[in-house]
């Protein structure tokens, strides 16, 4: 029944190391997206994909690389995590019809402590 | 740049009506979404205007000016369960032609009894 999902829904790790985020959509959806959500709630689109090409890249630093293998998939692969990296990752999905944007669904949320 | 602004907090009592505001500053605009999101939970979709005017879907309105650059959220019969926090999000596709979410800073609303 899940609409938008995402794992893990915790991540604690030491600085420098590598991580990765796993999301899926079962909507039938063309465009996925992940977003950071930092300590003041502040909600930020780092990266869009539509029919697995990349069409939004928000001024992310590149230790950030999105990866979408098909429509319904889209991985969020960290390198090198540093303590600013802190903060809950929401992948989210919609539809693109005629070039408008339709309500996003929202998954679970990934937070991610770097110590 | 874009911005989008909101009270950083509202409280009301059971029963009540809250109305919260949003200005924004965008260079592109498609229309205005408002997002609810419960502590430790998604951000979900409340409400969109892509034209001035009021939508109104159950307890909650939602109404645009464009001419004015605002928006409002208007909660109606409070319930203690509409504690949340709440998202103005502009749609803006000025730059790539693609539409994006931009989100406001949020308002957290206590409902109390």
């Known amino acids: 029944d899940t609409a938008v999902s995402q794992t893990p829904k915790y991540l604690v790790t030491q600085m420098g190391n590598d991580k990765s985020i796993k999301c899926e959509q079962n909507l039938g959806h063309d465009t996925m997206y992940w977003y950071k959500q930092d300590s003041k709630k502040f909600l930020k689109i780092m990266f869009s994909y539509n029919n697995k090409e990349l069409i939004i890249n928000e001024t992310v630093p590149n230790r950030f690389s999105p990866k979408s293998p098909d429509k319904a998939h889209l991985n969020l692969h960290i390198n090198s995590l540093e303590l600013g990296d802190s903060a809950v990752y929401f992948c989210?999905?919609?539809?693109?019809?005629?070039?408008?944007?339709?309500?996003?669904?929202f998954g679970p949320g990934t937070r991610l402590t770097v110590l | 740049g874009q911005s989008l602004e909101q009270p950083s907090e509202v409280t009301a009592v059971e029963g009540a009506i809250v109305q919260i505001n949003c200005t924004y500053q965008?260079?592109?605009?498609?229309?205005l979404s408002w997002y609810q999101q419960h502590d430790g939970g998604a951000p979900t979709f409340l409400s969109y205007?892509?034209?001035?005017g009021l939508e109104e879907t159950g307890r909650f309105s939602s109404f645009l000016s464009r001419s004015d650059s605002y928006g409002y959220l208007l909660l109606q019969e409070l319930q203690m369960k509409d504690s949340a926090s709440y998202f103005c999000?502009?749609?803006?596709?000025?730059?790539?032609?693609?539409?994006?979410?931009?989100f406001g800073t949020g308002t957290r609303l206590l409902v109390s009894p």
């Open positions: 989210a999905s919609s539809l693109r019809t005629g070039g408008s944007v339709t309500e996003q669904f």
């Open positions: 205007n892509g034209l001035d």
């Open positions: 965008t260079s592109g605009f498609y229309g």
């Open positions: 999000a502009v749609r803006d596709g000025a730059n790539t032609g693609f539409q994006k979410l931009v």
